[in-house]
C-alpha cells in the first residue's frame, strides 16, 4: 500500500518547450524531485492528468519518460518505490518500481480521500 502525502507541483518556469508533448519538465525539475526525495526520505510519484473521463492510458511518451526518470530516484532513495501516475476526470491508473525488482508493477487499486469518498479498481482485482 501507498499513500500519498505531500504534493510537489512543477514550477512554472521548470517546464520546457517540446513540439511532441508541447511541454516537458526540464532536468532541473527532476533535480528539486531528487533533492526532496533525498531530504525527506520519500518515494517519487510523477503525476500528471489526462482531461478526460474514464481509465486513463499512458502514452509511449509517458512510458518512455517514467523508464528514463524513475531510476534516477535509486541513485538517492534506492531502499523505496518510485512511480508514475495519470489521473483522468473521474479515474486513475499508475505503475510502481520496487526496490530490488526488475518487474514495474501496475497499481490496480485507488482510493481518495476528501469529501466524498471514492475507490477506483480494475474489474478483475474488486
Known amino acids: 500500500m501507498l499513500l500519498g502525502r505531500s504534493f510537489y507541483p512543477v514550477r ?16 532541473g ?3 528539486s524531485a531528487l533533492a526532496l526525495a533525498y531530504a525527506k526520505s520519500q518515494s517519487m510519484f510523477f503525476v500528471h492528468q489526462h ?11 509517458d512510458l518512455d519518460c ?3 526518470m524513475i531510476p534516477n530516484f535509486w541513485h538517492v532513495r534506492p531502499e523505496l518505490p518510485h512511480g ?3 489521473l483522468s476526470t473521474d ?9 530490488h525488482r526488475t518487474d514495474v508493477f501496475p497499481i490496480s ?18
Request: aromatic share 8%.
Open 12 to 27: 512554472d518556469e521548470d517546464y520546457e518547450a517540446d513540439e511532441l508533448v508541447g511541454a516537458r519538465i526540464s532536468s
Open 29 to 31: 525539475a527532476v533535480q
Open 51 to 61: 482531461g478526460h473521463k474514464g481509465k486513463p492510458r499512458p502514452s509511449r511518451i
Open 66 to 68: 517514467w523508464s528514463e
Open 84 to 86: 508514475g501516475l495519470i
Open 91 to 99: 479515474n486513475a491508473m499508475g505503475i510502481v518500481w520496487v526496490p
Open 109 to 126: 487499486k485507488f482510493t481518495v480521500v476528501g469529501r466524498r469518498l471514492r475507490l477506483w479498481a480494475e474489474e478483475e482485482h474488486v
